[in-house]
């Protein structure tokens, strides 16, 4: 759409002509302007080229092109809530059937594919099916557009068959993990989630799989959006499930109970795991809760708001575990659960880590080392900023 919106015009035209239709939507986020600018100008060329309009290419076909700007609500990506919007309604999911194939848009047959698809077919056609088909993998053909961000020395957008591993892209196209200063590469991988807000966490046995759509569902992610947020070992799995999770219940429409609610109940659930007031019953709670809100909910939204959660409890189980019954977590990034502690051996008996702290959790005396009272302390980190010899270890 920013790059390349012909690509999507020819392709949306090539389906109207297929199917028969007289009209195509673009619905595009009204956060980004480039997109819609750039629609929009490419909309105008093409109808003064003659591609759109009436009687394109001095035949029976008319195709009129809108670009529709939607308020940025994740749910309206799922299909029926995406008409409702268009039509001026709410976008709220509708269950199907009917499907839109059969009733549509203002209750016309309607045909909705993803803007990539769209500029897929021309390439396609042009290649011609079996070459085309010949790229990736025998159920999943062609090449896909993921987005490769978080802990890698090269992000941005790229485009790779279907049959690539996450390995290639990572180390090979990625440039390798890096540390959290972004310096360093390098670094220990630990996992990547793929899929956008609802994907799954994969982990280091899956580097050398195969990317298509089958295998990730087999190990519980999914293609999704494109999304690769590439994660190295100082991140903390269980705020990572947190941080999508606080993202989809956001996002959720409020139509269908069991979404609605169950991610807030699944959000509490990880704050009490990320704050240590979690017991045994709390991870069980959690994943039985992420299974029922998994099948019950009304659309995609619902049904995979889970997938981040249920994945790192596959994957990462060890974390929970010692974010519940050990309350401490491995990284070190859950301030609820650090441990201050004073490493005797380099303590000079200065006295200013308690003179700093807020809550006198500090006690020693001259000539001996200085200790911090763990019920006591607020974990605000004050004290290992003080200190001058460094110490204070986290």
Known sequence: MEGNPHSVLEGMIIAGKAVGASVGYIYVRTEYPLAVSNLKLAVKAAEEAGFLGKKIFGSDFDFEMRIMEGAGAFVCGE?????????????MPMPKPPFPAERGLFGKPTVINNVETFATV????????????????EKSSG????????HVAHTGLIEVPFSTTLREIIVDIGGGVIDDDGVNRG???KAVQIGGPSGGCLTQEHLDMSLDYDNLLKVG???GSGGLVVMNQQTCMIKIARFFMQFTQNESCGKCVVCREGTRQMLELLDDIIEGRATAETIELLEELAHVVKIGSLCGLGKTAP???LSTLKYFREEYDAHVFDKTCPTGQCEALSRYVIVPELCKSCSLCARACPVDAISGSKGVPY???QEICIRCGVCMDTCKFNAIVK
């Open 79 to 91: 299909e029926t809530a995406l008409m409702a919007s268009i039509e001026g309604k709410r976008g």
């Open 122 to 137: 021309p390439v396609a056609m042009l290649m011609g099916v079996d070459v085309y088909a010949a790229k990736g993998t």
């Open 143 to 150: 090449t896909k557009t993921f987005a490769l961000t978080g």
């Open 187 to 189: 670094a220990d991988f």
């Open 221 to 223: 992610a999914m293609i």
């Open 307 to 309: 997938n981040p959660v």
């Open 371 to 373: 200790v911090i009272d």
